[in-house]
């Protein structure tokens, strides 16, 4: 069955600096990755998609990577602020494989001042 | 506003105690699901349903049981079945289409504890 793994289980960086979280999956790659927010004790929120056919994708600050070769997904976080310090979690839509949304364990993301 | 309510936010049950997390959504969405969400790991799927008065089970479904007699509405109910219930438990809705670009919306979730 289809595993991911995220970097790691926490990450601290500093006050405007780049954030990069790293999404990797063992089997056939889906053809949408989703990554998604969720902030502590509150559901999960949707940041943003990815096709299997695109290779980048931006929204405002936010980038996300897809290399179905490495099996990769990059979620980067730009001029990051204490704001988005949450828990990042990466989900592969394998709804096309009769199968559901795959989630990985997340990572936790701390921007410091 | 369009969106997932579920309730309670907190529950406590005792050991043997059946409880049901309620969940409904306003959003014209076909597909709803449960998760749970334990420390240190990924979602995992309880059970999901496509459409009215039909749902699947998930990787967990043991002692769980759903319903969906309407569109909106999607009720967990954990069993005393379940051997270890305390959790964090997300309902969340999606379109269900031949494209599959639906993301899932989610409910701010319910924290049942097994005292």
């Known amino acids: 069955s289809q595993k991911i793994e995220q970097n790691s289980e926490a990450l601290n960086i500093q006050e405007g600096k780049t954030a990069t979280l790293t999404c990797n999956y063992t089997n056939y790659s889906p053809a949408y990755l989703q990554w998604y927010r969720q902030d502590p004790g509150r559901g999960p929120v949707f940041l943003l998609l990815?096709?299997?056919?695109?290779k980048e994708k931006r929204k405002e600050r936010l980038k996300v990577t897809f290399d179905t070769t490495l099996k990769q997904s990059l979620f980067h976080i730009t001029a990051s602020q204490p704001a988005d310090s949450a828990t990042y979690l990466c989900?592969?839509?394998?709804?096309?494989?009769?199968?559901?949304?795959?989630f990985g364990p997340g990572t936790r993301l701390s921007v410091l001042p | 506003d369009g969106g997932i309510t579920q309730s309670p936010k907190y529950l406590f049950r005792k050991e043997g105690q059946n409880v049901t997390l309620s969940c409904e959504q306003n959003?014209?969405?076909?597909?709803m699901y449960w998760y749970r969400q334990d420390p240190g790991q990924g979602l995992r799927l309880i059970y999901y349903s496509q459409i009215v008065n039909d749902f699947q089970k998930g990787d967990i479904a043991e002692g769980y049981s759903v319903s969906r007699e309407k569109k909106e509405s999607f009720p967990l109910t954990v069993t005393s079945a379940q051997k270890n219930p305390t959790a964090f438990y997300l309902c969340?809705?999606?379109?269900?289409?031949?494209?599959?670009?639906?993301?899932?919306?989610f409910g701010e979730g319910s924290r049942l504890t097994v005292l």
């Open positions: 989900a592969l839509d394998m709804r096309n494989y009769g199968q559901n949304f795959v």
């Open positions: 990815i096709r299997e056919n695109e």
């Open positions: 969340a809705s999606s379109m269900w289409t031949g494209l599959n670009t639906g993301e899932l919306f």
């Open positions: 959003l014209n969405h076909d597909a």
